[in-house]
């Protein structure tokens, strides 16, 4: 068996406390990382795999959902902790939560505001499925899990100040209650018989007493993969002795050495790294012969699509990129749009704050007049309209809020063009698993030149010639698309698992 433990939701506050935030509190929140795909490749193997979640997550279901991992096994500390065994779930609506009879419902898309008597009496938080988050009231917040029942409870002072959490269990009983000033956990009176002790001295203890429990029926025939980073992680190297432990590292949550040398590698058998600088990053914590670079992929992307299009569509991510260097490439894609008919463009931004669509438009009109720039609203004005104006090129602007964004725009691009410094991790890694030929400014990780995409030396002025190199003719596209599937066959079909095997045996 390998049990995986996942670095999923860091809260720098509360190291084992997870709750999501709501979506429009947490823009360009990409939660794809190794864990996933791992897990994700050991179960196509038909490896046994489980998953060991050390933190409170009552969101957890949602979150595998998003990442097609439901079907999943999981073991939770925090349902041991609270005494929860549920198979089923059930939808929490608003109407089924208690509110004042008279009280007013103000609806938006992710948070719906409760008035009583002309003022706010609570605020109903919703995630991206439709669950319900949390209900926040002045000095206390409710925190629902997404299998239908109240979690826990979060007690703050006016201001916002956090005093205590109550943990409960399915019959609404307090099981434990954490001081949030102290730090100190009490147990309730009536479920001391479940615990070693009636008081801890922090959540971890706590957490500790009953990772220490499940421990008891690992066997030295299993292994451990715990995604580096993190006092979880801490927490299990610690604590597992015997079975075999491999380390995993991600660009995306490992980027300083200093934070990973406080854990206590030296039982590691392995360390996986994303990336080749990942590898450099830790080699000081390992021998040479332990660190092995395995690229990451996503299997929501499929192969191909684009081509079956009208259109060449160019996917262009402009959050990283300078001014005069968006209006640079700017100049140069619309340019060439006139001379190569079939291409389009799709700008697509992650954070809303930064950059503002109606401007972008308005910067795309200038330079083409005669170009048609939609934003994502324009669909519904364009339904009512009779007559279909012609246009000497076409431009889709769009916020990409989520993994899945991502994923339906690479499934209709030709090129990805991401030109920022650096360029956006996750995009990167769904461009291989798509076969979606990249092009940057500076030498990449993954981005190897002319094979999966093409490096601009620094120069934009290149970017012209790197979009013709792949629009003109399907044989260098072709053999991008080629290379990401050779990528893509190392680590399916149980080639992945068979690797890891090797190397731990090897290691021996």
């Known amino acids: 068996m390998y049990y995986f433990i996942p670095a999923w939701f860091k809260n720098n506050e509360r190291s084992f406390y997870n709750v999501a935030k709501p979506w429009y509190r947490d823009s360009k929140k990409i939660e794809f990382d190794d864990s996933i795909n791992q897990i994700k490749m050991f179960e196509q193997a038909g490896t046994a795999v489980k998953l060991l979640i050390i933190g409170y997550m009552p969101n957890l279901r949602s979150f595998l959902q998003r990442q097609e991992l439901d079907e999943t096994a999981y073991l939770s500390i925090f349902d041991e902790l609270q005494g929860i065994s549920l198979q089923g779930t059930r939808r929490i609506m608003v109407n089924d939560l208690k509110f004042p009879t008279d009280a007013e419902f103000v609806y938006t898309p992710f948070r719906i505001m409760v008035y009583h008597k002309e003022q706010l009496y609570a605020k109903v938080d919703i995630g991206t499925l439709g669950e319900i988050l949390t209900v926040t009231r002045p000095t206390k917040q409710y925190v629902f899990d997404d299998r239908g029942f109240l979690s826990s409870i979060l007690y703050t ?7 205590r959490q109550e943990y409960l269990n399915l019959a609404g009983e307090v099981r434990f209650i954490e001081d949030l000033q102290s730090g100190k956990v009490q147990i309730a009176p009536a479920f001391l018989k479940n615990f070693k002790y009636s008081e801890y001295e922090n959540i971890q203890a706590l957490v500790t007493e009953k990772f220490n429990q499940f ?8 292994a451990f993969v715990l995604a580096a980073g993190g006092q979880r992680t801490k927490l299990a190297l610690e604590q597992i002795n015997g079975p075999k432990i491999i380390m995993s590292y991600f660009t995306g949550r490992n980027k300083e050495l200093a934070p990973l040398q406080a854990e206590p590698v030296a039982k590691a058998y392995l360390a996986v790294a994303d990336t080749q600088a ?11 012969e332990k660190i092995k670079v395995v690229t990451p992929f996503d299997t929501r992307l499929r192969l191909g699509h684009s081509q079956r299009l009208a259109k060449d569509w160019l996917l262009f991510l402009v959050d990283e990129i300078a001014a005069s260097a968006l209006d640079q490439a700017l100049s140069q894609i619309l340019e060439l749009m006139r001379q190569q008919p079939k291409l389009g463009l799709e700008l697509g931004v992650f954070r809303r704050d930064d950059v503002n669509l109606h401007n972008l438009r308005a910067q795309i009109l200038t330079k083409a007049p005669d170009f048609k720039v939609t934003l994502p609203d324009d669909e519904k004005e364009a339904e009512n309209q009779l007559e279909e104006k012609k246009y000497a090129g076409e431009v889709h602007l769009f916020y990409l809020d989520t993994e899945n964004e991502i994923v339906r ?14 360029p956006d991790l996750y995009a990167q890694i769904a461009a291989i698993s798509a076969g979606v030929p990249q092009i940057v400014l500076h030498a990449e990780q993954l981005v190897e030149h002319e ?3 093409l490096v601009l030396q620094g120069n934009i002025n290149n970017l012209t010639k790197a979009i013709k190199y792949y629009t003109q003719e399907l044989k260098y596209w072709n ?6 599937v050779a990528k893509i066959s190392e680590l399916t079909g149980g080639n992945l698992a068979k690797r890891w095997q090797t190397w731990l045996e090897q290691s021996e």
């Open 409 to 422: 725009a690479l499934d209709r691009a030709r090129v990805l063009i991401d030109l920022g410094t650096p």
């Open 157 to 163: 002072t006016a201001e916002g100040t956090p005093l």
């Open 479 to 484: 053999e991008a698309m080629m290379y990401a």
């Open 215 to 222: 421990l008891q029926q690992v066997t030295n025939e299993d």
């Open 451 to 453: 094979k999966n995409g």
């Open 278 to 288: 990942t590898a450099d990053l830790i080699a000081p914590l390992y021998s040479a």
